[in-house]
């Protein structure tokens, strides 16, 4: 244990560190001014909507948390009556942690989500520069939980079983909530989203967050539960699988106690360092930028980053410089991916004006020129994933074969390594997409709703920027879990003499069953996910019609009469809820069919298909939604005709559409992705004893 026992002193020190910075944050953003009685009761409001989704929510998930612990400790990693019972009960406790520090890290941050938001919206009515920090201070609470957790819970389970295997457990029980809670947010949040806007600024031809429309709390609402706790819980899970997947090819390495395992450490703890450091300088510039300050803060991270591990690779014993080559150019190929989403999704740049354009023409040529620059978006971060998954392979293979696919893991780390200010940025966009909502709710006036409105389009650009990175990570984080895959089965396969897979021959018609079915299950969990937005949203339009028919006044804002936010709140909620698990569920069951029917050469075809057509998916649905997005939002700033033109109808079109991609499917295809995975890696003894064809 001696070559790992200071770097795990090191990573203690980084947790309690960004846990202490943490509250700072948390305290200094309650400090700010709050005087608007009507904004502290709406923010109120988003409040209490927002904790009694995620209440219901968790109790739901608590019970299929309770259902899988029973199944891992009866199945996994052996059938319990094989007699291995302290093992299975160690990955069933393992489960159960990952599922609790992922919620833990999604309460927290709408805990503060919650109360930024409205000090934000004031904070606008006096500066850019001092509601951007609340923002952004405001989100990076929960970014420092997130890595927190993450590396903490990683650390105490190998700590206290120093089995890498494990930790698949531990990664499973994030990822399985991360699933469900991305696609519940994200069902929640786009329900309320589109009901508004479509019978908001369609029909009635009202402002977005115009205090008359009965959806405007629970679009509110939604923003937390889909943007910063589902994506807390979905970056949980990318963070937690990479490093457990490297740290399974490592405790092959070296026996998980050597240079490769503390590499893994020491590289995530440095990442957690760099984050506070890019975090706590993090400001808008004279100019104004809200959208430059963000970019510079996560380039003056990565650079921070690659510095402290270049020092600590020379300075540590046993420490290799081709794995910090692989780690670098993860990382770096991670933020070329950010600049290319944003080249795609920001307003300054010309795809976002040429979309805007189109819609002068209508809706039909909104929706086409979206559709057809979203999938143009996906080829330079296909294209990187594959170069940096190819370029850490060969590096690191000199080092010996096994080190190739750990050299790939190493890429997925580095590319999550800066993982506290990507959270950051990304929990920043919903509290000041609130804020601007409250600004308008509060009559904060029209300087404040636009500098809110400047803060808001910075955020979906970011946004978008932060989910192609996400879906990059997840690319590189399971084709590192292929690899642990891999190594799982030819464990099982030798302990019963059997012949060893050195691949997945894709002219093998098992592997080709796996590839086709597995390619599928993307498109068809997306669609699962849309149908329940599709439905919720009409669901919730009708109930909007009706209040503006039956309440006397509504329509004309007559001083008193006030809409039933609450029957909004409880569609959206009970919808979600419904929804919530079907998709989900669908994913893993197809997983454990398509093993016992064809074994583990199927599976390893299944997750080739899966991986391969998830990431195109999710880069496309995600890419596209910011393109309309800020299409729209490029229009209301008086661009094209302004706002109640008919290019803007048809950009709201547009966002309708890509509402649904880029919030509710699209980022969640990359956890389903990691689940399948997992499942793969955790049954794959169950598939080589029990399969029809395997």
């Known amino acids: 244990m001696n070559a790992i026992v200071p770097i795990y002193a090191l990573c203690f020190l980084a947790v309690a560190i960004a846990f202490a910075f943490a509250v700072y944050l948390h305290l200094w953003v309650k400090r700010q001014r709050t005087e608007n009685k009507r904004i502290m009761e709406v923010s109120q409001l988003i409040h209490e909507g927002a904790n009694t989704f995620m209440r219901k929510e968790y109790r739901i998930l608590a019970l299929f948390a309770g259902v899988a612990a029973v199944v891992i400790f009866l199945l996994l990693p052996s059938p319990i009556w094989n007699g291995n019972i302290l093992e299975n009960l160690s990955m ?166 050597g240079a490769n395992a503390a590499m893994v450490f020491c590289y995530a703890a440095l990442g957690l360092i760099a984050s506070i450091i890019g975090i706590a300088f993090a400001k808008v510039g004279k100019d104004g930028n809200p959208t430059g300050a963000l970019n510079f803060s996560t380039y003056s991270t990565t650079a921070i980053f690659l510095v402290l591990t270049a020092i600590a690779t020379a300075l540590i014993d046993g420490f290799e410089w081709r794995i910090w080559g692989a780690s670098a150019v993860g990382l770096i190929v991670g933020v070329i991916i950010g600049i290319t989403t944003d080249y795609f999704t920001d307003d300054t740049r010309p795809i976002v004006r040429r979309v805007a354009n189109a819609s002068r023409s209508g809706s039909a040529f909104t929706v086409l020129s979206g559709v057809s620059y979203g999938f143009i978006s996906c080829m330079p971060a296909m294209v990187g994933i594959a170069v940096s998954a190819l370029v850490a392979y060969q590096l690191c293979a000199p080092l010996g074969s096994d080190y190739a696919l750990f050299g790939i893991a190493m890429a997925a780390v580095g590319m999550l390594s800066i993982v506290g200010m990507i959270i950051s940025n990304d929990a920043y966009g919903p ?87 597995g390619a599928a299950i993307p498109a068809v969990f997306s669609a699962m996910l849309m149908l329940g937005v599709d439905k919720n949203a009409q669901r919730m339009v009708r109930e909007i019609r009706r209040q503006f028919r039956r309440i006397p006044g509504l329509r004309q804002g007559e001083p008193g009469v006030k809409p039933d936010y609450d029957t909004c709140i409880d569609i959206a909620t009970e919808g979600a809820l419904k929804e919530l698990i079907p998709a989900g569920g669908m994913t893993i069951l197809a997983t454990v069919i398509v093993g016992f029917i064809g074994g583990p050469e199927a599976i390893g075809g299944f997750l080739l298909g899966n991986i391969v057509s998830g990431l195109l998916l999710a880069l496309f649905m995600s890419n596209a939604g910011g393109l309309w997005d800020n299409s729209k939002k490029y229009i209301e700033a008086g661009h094209c005709g302004g706002k109640g033109s008919k290019a803007h109808k048809a950009a709201v079109t547009g966002d309708t559409v890509g509402d649904p991609f880029k919030d509710t499917a699209g980022p969640s295809i990359n956890t389903q992705i990691t689940v399948v995975s997992l499942v793969a890696s955790l049954m794959s003894s169950l598939f080589v004893a029990f399969s029809l064809f395997g």
């Open 92 to 257: 069933a406790l393992a489960y159960i942690a990952g599922t609790v520090l992922s919620a833990l890290a999604g309460k927290i941050g709408i805990l503060v989500a919650t109360s930024a938001n409205s000090r934000a919206a004031e904070a606008a009515s006096r500066s850019l520069k001092e509601a951007f920090l609340v923002g952004f201070r405001g989100g990076s609470v929960m970014g420092l939980a997130v890595v927190g957790f993450s590396l903490l819970g990683v650390m105490a389970v190998l700590l206290v079983t120093g089995d890498a295997t494990i930790l698949l457990g531990f990664s499973f029980g994030a990822s399985s909530l991360a699933l469900f809670a991305k696609a519940g947010g994200g069902i929640f949040t786009k329900t309320a989203d589109v009901a508004a806007d479509l019978t908001g600024k369609v029909e009635l031809g009202i402002p977005e967050d115009d205090p008359r429309n009965p959806a405007v709390i629970a679009d509110n609402v939604g923003d937390n539960v889909g943007d910063v706790a589902g994506m807390g819980a979905d970056l949980f899970d990318s963070n937690v699988a990479a490093m457990a997947s490297a740290l399974v090819m490592a405790q092959a390495l070296d026996g998980g106690t």
């Open 431 to 517: 509290i000041v997409d609130n804020a601007r909502g409250l600004a308008e709710m509060g009559g904060l006036g029209e300087e404040t709703i636009r500098i809110a409105d400047e803060l808001d389009s910075a955020g979906n650009t970011v946004k978008a920027v932060t989910k192609g990175f996400s879906i990059g990570a997840a690319g590189l984080t399971v084709i590192s879990l292929l690899g642990a895959y891999l190594s799982e089965v030819n464990e099982t396969l030798a302990s019963l003499g059997r012949e060893l897979l050195t691949g997945f021959d894709i002219m093998n018609p098992l592997v080709f069953f796996g590839v086709l079915i």
